[in-house]
């Protein structure tokens, strides 16, 4: 008989629906229920891509006798992280205090009043190099809580306590300067791996924000080494096997230093972010190799996460049917020489064995090969590389594909309408436009309502029931930003300025300029999250920061451009101490310094050649978080636009930055060069 979750829209919920153990989802009945008979929670927090979250749930949550167990002596709760980052945040702070380290599946154990005591990730079935068994942990904590209750209650007060004294340091409230953005720098130089490109040892994860501040700094300032770091790290990551060589998208990190063994998962957010970040350094430096990544990862995205109302599913999971009903991690994307040979015979195998560095002993696990593009001298027939990757990548689609979290979240789709209106726009690519402007409809339709507030989620055309929080807001407003500027369409502008209203309103600190990442009229949990550090993604605070500076820049608008400028205190405090955990920030911080500016592109009509091509040129300029408008003169689409007449009756391109214009230009090679000092 199916469980509370079956009601739900989370597909990692869903999972569990039929699970022997009564899971609660998130919600005031479940702790009433705890106080009525007087028994803790079990909190697990997951995910649906999560492979040890699998694991666990096959090992213990489907087990009859742990389920029994759960039963009789706990209220058993199971989170969605991604619909309910709050919840998420506020619990992995209080493992990663107690323990040092954290990870999902998440397994907290709480008082009726949902205070933490007692915490956990992963637990196996039988005790494991020194892990207790979960079933262990169980009896553990029901004679805990049975014989030492005052003892437990008293515990949970304190961490309580301890967390609510985690103050975050907020600088002075004003942004970073040339000295703090040239000490990140310095600090990034000495993580860097020359020899293999990204920061640190492994895990290796996807630098994207790191990058995009290394773009920025490398435009503002002319320093080669931020560009050096930047192409170089994108080039290894793009060779590797984090990369996905046959169907394009990138993994969701590497388990080694050079790339080649991801965990092969893939997140929309960082196909999002990094398809944007490819595009970026296409548009710094030509490179042909980050044309071909981003348009892949966008055709990626459009083909394996597009659902059905438009909007982008969450995730793919890294495991897979490996053709014999076991599921295994990678199965779908991994090869074996032998296998090469079943597709495209003898003599072509050898060719792809060698072109994607395929091996006998196998660079994965049990003889089989992630496929890469190690670098190699000579000749490569072009053609020939083409035609195998197409059979290989139709064979591959014949086998049984990775599950797919069908989840729309908000955030993760401003990120994605942001990339694909770029990139769309950079390369000559309609589609992509249209399919951000398609995920952006959906989001104004079915996520904001008539107060413009965000719901987080939605899955198969239903809205979820939990309120966005700052990220959602501020990566949406992100991505309608990007989409107004590419369209000329007014509108985006429009509902961006609703979702930064909420910002100003609801998300910010009045006093300090802080910002916390659920509403001030949230649901109230232990603690009122507040994370600045940008991790797998920007933090609602430094996504926040980008597009309140945006937003001031296309309408003028000091409140929201004294929000952007007081939030970035934390990275002048963060930014020179811990450079690679602030890099959207330290972006931000770029775009301030350089204005940033604001470009007003005029012509007759939005089809006239001149208007186009001007307004491209514009759009391909690398000045740090520069504004484009576009439209007729006068018209009210954009007040950029206002005042600003054709020049001889010819289109013309309005730069200005810090209330100082430069002289308009008719001239595609001048606008150039302006957005390019």
Known sequence: MPNRLAHETSPYLLQHADNPVDWWPWSGEAFDEARKRNVP?????????????????????????????????????????????????????????????????????????????????????????????????????????????????????????????????????????????????????????????????????????????????????????????????????????????????????????????????????????????YAHLWRATGSELARRVALETADFMVRELRTNEGGFASALDADSDDGTGKHVEGAYYVWTPEQLRDVLGEQDAELAAQHFGVTEEGTFEEGASVLQLPARDGFVDAGKVASIRERLLAARSERPAPGRDDKVVAAWNGLAIAALAETGAYFGRPDLVEAAVAAADLLVRLHLDEQARLTRTSKDGHAGANAGVLEDYADVAEGFLALASVTAEGVWLEFAGFLLDHVLARFTDTESGAMFDTAADAERLIRRPQDPTDNAAPSGWSAAAGALLSYAAHTGSEPHRTAAERALGVVKALGPRVPRFIGWGLAVAEAVLDGPREVAVVGPSLGDEGTRILHRTALLGTAPGAVVAVGVPESEEFPLLSDRPLVGGEPAAYVCRNFTCDAPTTEVERLRAVLSD
């Open 41 to 277: 929670v079990l909190l697990s927090i997951g995910y649906s891509s999560c492979h040890w979250c699998h694991v666990m749930a096959h090992e213990s949550f489907e087990d009859q006798e742990t389920a029994e167990y759960l039963n009789a002596h706990y209220v058993s709760v199971k989170v969605d992280r991604e619909e309910r980052p709050d919840v998420d945040a506020v619990y992995m702070e209080a493992v990663q205090a107690a323990t040092g380290q954290g990870g999902w599946p998440m397994t907290v154990f709480l008082t009726p009043d949902a205070e933490p005591f007692y915490f956990g990730t992963y637990f196996p079935p039988a005790p494991r190099q020194g892990m207790p068994s979960f079933r262990q942990v169980l009896q553990g904590v029901h004679q805990a809580w049975g014989e030492r209750r005052d003892e437990v209650t008293e515990v949970a007060g304190k961490i309580v306590r301890d967390l609510a004294g985690r103050e975050i340091s907020y600088g002075d409230a004003q942004t970073p300067g040339e000295e703090e953005l040239a000490q990140a720098l310095l600090g990034l130089t000495r993580e860097y791996d020359p020899q293999r490109g990204g920061f640190g040892g492994a895990p290796k994860f996807p630098p994207s924000m790191v990058l995009e501040f290394l773009l920025r700094h490398h435009a503002r300032t002319g320093a080669e080494g931020a560009l050096q770091m930047a192409s170089d790290t994108c080039e290894r990551m793009a060779r590797g096997g984090i990369y996905d060589q046959l169907g394009g998208g990138f993994a969701r990190y590497s388990v080694d230093r050079d790339w080649v063994v991801p965990h092969f998962e893939k997140m929309l957010y960082d196909n999002a972010l990094l398809c944007r970040v």
